[in-house]
């Protein structure tokens, strides 16, 4: 595979809408074809899950599965220093680099002329909520037409407010750990806020598509593959966690 021309990053933590922007980004298939390929799941190592045996054949093969065969790829990684350094440690090693050394050097190579895109959810709240939600009945995702498993007795016990006040503080984490890598290297991103996404998903698309300099024609799009996972439960969940968590702090702001 030739080294692509361009490529992009999306920056996002769980519950953000990540799914649905890189959906949108391949059904345009002038975009790439972004996904989760610096993140093991449930493989023991990079190598095992690229069949690969050294750094060549690792990037040969990622580029042809970010690229999805057009000059531009695309990848989505959530700022998360544990699972970062399981990727980058395996491919220092193969590069026969010291384990501390700076990403750039391997992210400037496999990542060419890369601009960044973070995404975000202004209502930490919701996101919290939705997160543990999923981890509960294990429902990330609804496709058009699908409807919850679970019945409503299901969640009877499920709600844990020091779960989602952990989820809570890991969702402000994440976003910070994604803008202060930027700010140390450098680099500026274009943020798209989870709400503007859910609520306009075509202009959103432009907007990402103007900033990676892509043309196309939205009236192509004409579907969605995902459908909103909030329901009565969500919200329940948000308000008791709302008035519980002021209480803790002491002061009522919302």
């Known amino acids: 595979m030739n080294r692509p021309l361009h490529s992009y990053r999306i920056w996002h933590s769980p519950r953000v809408g990540s799914s649905l922007l890189c959906q949108l980004l391949i059904d345009t298939q002038v975009a790439g074809n972004p996904g989760e390929y610096f993140t093991l799941h449930g493989e023991n190592s ?13 990037r040969k093969v990622f ?21 970062d350094q399981t990727f980058y440690k395996e ?54 037409k699908q409807s919850y498993a679970k019945s409503s007795e299901f969640y009877s016990d499920k709600y844990d407010f020091n779960a989602i006040k952990h989820l809570y503080q890991e969702a402000m984490w994440r976003d910070t750990a994604a803008q202060d890598y930027l700010d140390q290297h450098g680099q500026t991103a ?8 859910i609520a306009h998903p075509k ?3 432009k907007r990402v598509l103007n900033y990676l300099e892509i043309d196309f024609d939205l ?8 459908q909103q996972t909030a329901n009565a439960i969500n919200e329940d969940w948000v308000q008791r966690f709302r008035e519980e968590f002021q209480q803790e702090v002491g002061h009522k702001i919302w």
Not at 113 to 132: E, G, M, P, T, Y
Not at 190 to 197: C, F, G, M, S, V
């Open 219 to 226: 009236q192509q799009i004409t579907t969605f593959h995902y």
């Open 91 to 144: 491919l220092f090693a193969w590069k026969g680099l010291p384990t501390d050394s700076d990403p750039e050097i391997l992210l400037s190579d496999l990542l060419p002329n890369c601009k960044h895109i973070i995404l975000v959810r202004n209502n930490k709240i919701r996101q919290a909520v939705s997160w543990w939600k999923a981890i509960q009945d294990q429902t990330w995702h609804l496709l058009p």
């Open 63 to 83: 580029w042809k599965l970010a690229s999805g065969g057009k000059q531009i790829l695309g990848v989505k990684s959530g700022a998360h220093h544990t699972h």
């Open 190 to 197: 274009l943020t798209i806020a989870y709400e503007d996404l």
């Open 46 to 58: 990079f190598a095992e899950k690229y069949k690969a045996k050294n750094y060549e054949a690792f």
């Open 203 to 205: 202009i959103v698309l």
